[in-house]
Structure formats: structure tokens, C-alpha cells
């Protein structure tokens, strides 16, 4: 069984950068696809970022574009996500998630896997 733990938020200004690490414990953990969501404040938790098993193939959530990067070292059995000019509206506790599938999914339903979260806080 894959446990995830992710690591890497904080406090940081508008138009910083930070890089979101997620580790995973568990020998299948290449075969899975992996997603990171994120919850703000009083709002669902929303699809953020995706990548197939083998790091080939990426989706990012239109909010995002452009500043965002999802990627993984199976290796080391860790998924990144890498924030650029970050925008007060991006904070939120972010979230990695695994699906038992080589299919990623934009639905948070899909994912059967969590770990505990990370608080990201853009200041203005």
C-alpha cells in the first residue's frame, strides 16, 4: 500500500516560486498515476495538476497554466509540482493524490489515495 506525505509550502509573496514535493512509500508507486489538488478556505478541493505513471504526459487546470509544472522522479518515488509567479488566489492547503490506474483523472472522486496536505500562503 503507497502512502504519501508532501512537503515543500510556506509563506511566500506574490511572484515567488515554490516547489511542492510528495513522497510515496510502496514499491508500485510507478505504476499509478498521480494528481495534486488544492483546497482553499471555504471552497471544494479542485484539480490543480496531473501526470501519467511514467511522467510522459502532463495536465495542468487552466488556472494554472503557464505557472505550474507537474512532475515526478519514479525513482525516488516522489511527484513535484513546481509554482511559479504565484497569485494570492493560489493559496490553499495542496494536496497529492494517487490513482490506482495508468489514467489520470481531473476528478478528485477518481483518486483513492491522499496525503496529508501542505498550507501554501501567498501574501500580497
Known amino acids: 500500500q503507497v502512502q504519501l506525505a508532501e512537503s515543500g509550502g510556506g509563506l511566500v509573496q506574490a511572484g515567488g516560486s515554490l516547489r511542492l514535493s510528495c513522497a510515496a512509500s510502496?514499491?508500485?508507486?510507478?505504476?499509478?498515476?498521480m494528481g495534486w489538488f488544492r483546497q482553499a478556505p471555504g471552497k471544494e478541493r479542485e484539480f490543480v495538476a496531473a501526470?501519467?505513471?511514467?511522467?510522459?504526459?502532463?495536465d495542468v487546470a487552466n488556472s494554472v497554466k503557464g505557472r505550474f509544472t507537474i512532475s515526478r522522479e519514479n525513482a525516488k518515488n516522489i511527484v513535484y509540482l513546481q509554482m511559479n509567479s504565484l497569485k494570492p488566489e493560489d493559496t490553499a492547503v495542496y494536496y497529492c493524490?494517487?490513482?490506482?490506474?495508468?489514467?489520470?483523472?481531473?476528478?478528485?472522486?477518481?483518486?483513492?489515495?491522499w496525503g496529508q496536505g501542505t498550507h501554501v500562503t501567498v501574501s500580497s
Open positions: 501526470i501519467s505513471p511514467s511522467g510522459d504526459r502532463t
Open positions: 510502496g514499491r508500485t508507486f510507478s505504476s499509478y498515476a
Open positions: 493524490a494517487a490513482r490506482f490506474s495508468s489514467r489520470w483523472s481531473v476528478g478528485r472522486n477518481d483518486y483513492q489515495l
